[in-house]
C-alpha cells in the first residue's frame, strides 16, 4: 500500500520505527566473551532445566534386533585418559556412601544376583555419531533398591554420583537413572565387559550420551546435593550436565 | 486585466470611432467605407482573441493544478515490515549466524554421516569458520541460541497467520509462471518483469523456502537433541541417521540463500535495506 506523505514526516515515522527496534541491540552483549561465556553458560542450564521437563520417566529408547547390533570389532573405545587403567578385577568392590540405609562394599556377585536386563540399544555421542550395541547388566533401580537408597516417590533423593578407578566422575539426575533402561552394565554382546568398555562396571542409559555412562565404576554416592564445578568430568568443562536424549 | 482592455472593449471603441468618422462624414474614404471599417474590427477581434484570455478558469480546473504542485513536494512511501516482522528478521539473522558457525563446529567434531569406525572425514571445515572454540563451547552457543532462534521463529509463523500479512510474501502456485522471467532477469540478463507488489515471484519463491528451511532445521535439531523423547519425529525423518544428514542439508539451503539474499540486497540500495530497520520504504518502485 503506497502512501503519499511529506519527506519530513516520512523521517520522523522511520525514525520512530527504528527506534523500536532497539531492544535487539541487547543481543550484542553476546559479541562480548566476558559477558557470553557466562550468557551461554546460562543458555545450558535453562536447555538442562528444559531436558529435565521433558524427559518421560516411562518412555523407552528405541530397542533393536540382533541384526542391527554393529559387530563388536565396531564399537569405538573411547575414553578420556587411558582405555585400561588397570583395575584389579579379583578385588574389585563398588562402593556405596550418601543418603543410603546400607552403605559400604557391593561385590561383582551381588550386582549379578538382581534380574538381569539384555538390551539393544543406540549408544549416542556428542560428537555426533552413534552405535548400536548389545548391553546386559542389572537395573540401576533394583541395585538402588539393594542398598536402600531413598528412591520412593516422596522426598526422594536427587542425585546418583559416581566415581571411577580412572579418576572420571559423573552425575545423574534421579529420574534417569530410575529409568527402566538404566543399567549397572557388566556384559556387552554377552560377554563379560572388557577392560576398554569399563569391566568390571559400568554406566549404560540409552537415554543419555555417551559421556554420562562412565566405565571402570568405582563408588556410588545418593546424594542431594551436587558439588559444584565436581558434576562430571565433561559438564564442568562445558558439556551439558543433563545430558539426555 | 484592468490594465489591457479585453477584446471586446476595443472593438466598441473602434466601432465607435468608425461611426464617429462616418458620423463627422468630414471626408468618407470612399463609399466602401463602412465596410472596410467591419474588416478592421474583423481583424482586431482575431488579435484580441489570440492575446486575451477567453473566458474565466473554472473552479475546479484550478484546484487541481494548486494539487499537481504540492503532490510534487511529496514522497511515495509504503510501510511495508511490521515491527514484528523486523524484529524476528535480525534476531533470526542473528541466530542463524550463531547457529551454522557453531553448528559447523560441532560437525567438524564427527565430520561424517558414517560410522565411528572406520573414521572418515567428509568435509574439513576451517576452524577461523567456526564458533565456540572447542566442542563443548559451540554446544553452548547452538543450546542458547536454539532458543532465540525457535521462539522468533515460531513467533513470526504465528504474526503471518494472525496478520495475514503472509499475502505480500507467500509463494503460491499463480506465482510460478513469473519464476522463469524473473530468473532469467537476474541471472541471464533479460528484461525486468514489471513489478506487481511487494515481492516478485522469485523472491517470494526465497522467502517461502527459507520458513521451510528453518522449520526443517527446527525439527530434525529437535530429533537430535532428544532422539528419544522425540522418538515420532524421528521416525518421520527417517530414522536418527537420516535426520542429522537433512539437518545439515537445511543448512546447506541456507548457505545458498543467505549470499544471494546480501547480493540483492547490495544491489537494490539503500532504500530497501533501511526499510528492514524502519519499516517505511521509500519510493518503492511498484504501483499502489
Not at chain 1, 66 to 74: I, L, R, T
Not at chain 2, 134 to 162: K, R
Amino acid at each position: 500500500m503506497i502512501t503519499r506523505l511529506e519527506d519530513k514526516e516520512l523521517k520522523r515515522k522511520s525514525r520512530r520505527e527504528l527506534l523500536k527496534l532497539a531492544p535487539i541491540i541487547a543481543l550484542g552483549a553476546f559479541a562480548f566473551p566476558k559477558v557470553s561465556n557466562r550468557l551461554i553458560e546460562e543458555g545450558v542450564r535453562f536447555s538442562d532445566w528444559a531436558a529435565g521437563e521433558m524427559f518421560r520417566s516411562q518412555h523407552l529408547a528405541q530397542t533393536f534386533s540382533n541384526s542391527e547390533v554393529v559387530p563388536f570389532a565396531k564399537f569405538p573405545y573411547n575414553f578420556y585418559d587411558v582405555v585400561d587403567p588397570g583395575v584389579n578385577l579379583e578385588k574389585w568392590t563398588l562402593t556405596v556412601e550418601g543418603d543410603v540405609r546400607h552403605p559400604g562394599e557391593y561385590t561383582l556377585t551381588q550386582i549379578q544376583a538382581l534380574p538381569k536386563i539384555v538390551q539393544n540399544t543406540r549408544h549416542i555421542c556428542v560428537e555426533g555419531w552413534d552405535v548400536i550395541g548389545s548391553f546386559g547388566g542389572a537395573r540401576i533401580s533394583d541395585f538402588l533398591k539393594l542398598i536402600g537408597a531413598n528412591v520412593g516417590p516422596n522426598n526422594r533423593a536427587r542425585f546418583l554420583e559416581v566415581t571411577c578407578v580412572d579418576d572420571y566422575y559423573e552425575s545423574i539426575d534421579m529420574a534417569s537413572a530410575l529409568h527402566p533402561q538404566s543399567l549397572f552394565c557388566y556384559e556387552m554382546y554377552g560377554q563379560p565387559l572388557d577392560r576398554g568398555h569399563g569391566a568390571p562396571l559400568r554406566l549404560q542409559m540409552p537415554t543419555k550420551l555417551g559421556y554420562k555412562q562412565a566405565k571402570y565404576l568405582d563408588t556410588i554416592r545418593i546424594t542431594n546435593v551436587l558439588t559444584s564445578g565436581k558434576t562430571g568430568y565433561w559438564e564442568d568443562q562445558g558439556y551439558s550436565w543433563f545430558g539426555g536424549l | 486585466m484592468a490594465d489591457e482592455p479585453s477584446g471586446d472593449g476595443r472593438r466598441e471603441e473602434i466601432k465607435k470611432e468608425g461611426i464617429r468618422d462616418d458620423v463627422a462624414g468630414s471626408e468618407p474614404a470612399s463609399s466602401a467605407g463602412p465596410e472596410v471599417c467591419e474588416a478592421v474590427v474583423a481583424k482586431l477581434e482575431m488579435v484580441a482573441d489570440e492575446s486575451a484570455p477567453k473566458e474565466p478558469v473554472p473552479v475546479e480546473a484550478r484546484a487541481e493544478t494548486t494539487a499537481k504542485a504540492e503532490e510534487a513536494e511529496l514522497v511515495r512511501a509504503a510501510y511495508e515490515h511490521p515491527l514484528a516482522i523486523r524484529i524476528t528478521h535480525w534476531v533470526n539473522a542473528i541466530s542463524l549466524f550463531v547457529m551454522i558457525t557453531s553448528g559447523l563446529r560441532i560437525f567438524r567434531a564427527f565430520p561424517s554421516f558414517g560410522p565411528k569406525i572406520p573414521e572418515k572425514i567428509l568435509l574439513d571445515i576451517p576452524k577461523s569458520l567456526t564458533l565456540g572454540g572447542w566442542l563443548g563451547g559451540a554446544l553452548q552457543w547452538h543450546f542458547t541460541f536454539m532458543w532465540f532462534f525457535a521462539a522468533s521463529g515460531i513467533f513470526y509463523l504465528l504474526f503471518q497467520i494472525f496478520s495475514g500479512h503472509y499475502r505480500t510474501m507467500l509463494f503460491m502456485p499463480r506465482d510460478i509462471s513469473g519464476v522463469w522471467p524473473m530468473a532469467r532477469h537476474y541471472f541471464l540478463f533479460g528484461p525486468k518483469p514489471p513489478a506487481m507488489g511487494q515481492y516478485n515471484p522469485l523472491q517470494k519463491l526465497a522467502y517461502t523456502s527459507t520458513v521451510g528451511l528453518g522449520a526443517l532445521s527446527l525439527l530434525t535439531g529437535m530429533v537430535m537433541y532428544k532422539p528419544t523423547q522425540f522418538s515420532w519425529l524421528a521416525f518421520l525423518f527417517g530414522g536418527f541417521h537420516l535426520t542429522r544428514i537433512w539437518h545439515f542439508a537445511a543448512m546447506c539451503g541456507f548457505l545458498a540463500f543467505i549470499p544471494g539474499h546480501l547480493i540483492m540486497v547490495a544491489l537494490h540500495g539503500w532504500a530497501n535495506f533501511f526499510s528492514m530497520f524502519s519499516g517505511w520504504k521509500r519510493e518503492p518502485e511498484y504501483q499502489e
